[in-house]
């Protein structure tokens, strides 16, 4: 099974977790982590982990946790998730996705020449 999180959930993760570092408080970071999952995802998650419940799972991560930084929080996250053959992906947001798009339409632009730019060597020669 594979879960996405959005561009969008992982900002506020983010400004989650400065703010548990920052106050040394997470109840506020694991409210934040339990919401970047739907509720289909929960009860898959719950199905799969050992102790059946979500919110003492997340717990448990949270205790693992140093408080130092987001990508150690990540990789415990993902660590766990894939112990229960969950595969935990982050997923372009869709104004991100179009950007990548008009970034490959521009750099196709910019390997075909442009007609005006092109001198014709009989005249030069004039």
Same mark, same amino acid.
């Given at each position: 099974?594979?879960?996405? /999180? ?8 983010? /400004? %989650? ?17 339990? %919401? ?14 050992? %102790? ?7 717990? +448990?991560?949270?205790?693992?946790? %140093? ?8 990789? /415990?996250?993902?660590?766990? /998730? ?13 104004? +991100? ?26 005249? +030069?020669?004039?």
């Amino acid at each position: 099974m594979e879960i996405y /999180l959005s561009k969008r959930a992982m900002q506020r993760v983010r /400004l %989650s977790v400065a703010d548990a570092i920052e106050d040394g408080e997470i109840d506020a970071l694991r409210e934040d982590l339990i %919401s970047l999952f739907s509720d289909d995802d929960v009860e898959e998650i719950e199905r799969r982990i050992d %102790s059946g419940d979500f919110y003492d799972f997340v717990s +448990e991560i949270l205790d693992e946790w %140093s408080g130092e930084d987001l990508d150690e929080l990540m990789e /415990l996250l993902e660590t766990q /998730l894939a112990d229960a053959d969950i595969d935990l992906k982050y997923a372009a947001s869709e104004n +991100e996705e179009e950007e990548e798009e008009e970034e490959d339409e521009e750099s196709e632009d910019e390997d075909e020449p442009e007609d005006d730019l092109i001198v014709d060597d009989a005249e +030069e020669d004039i």
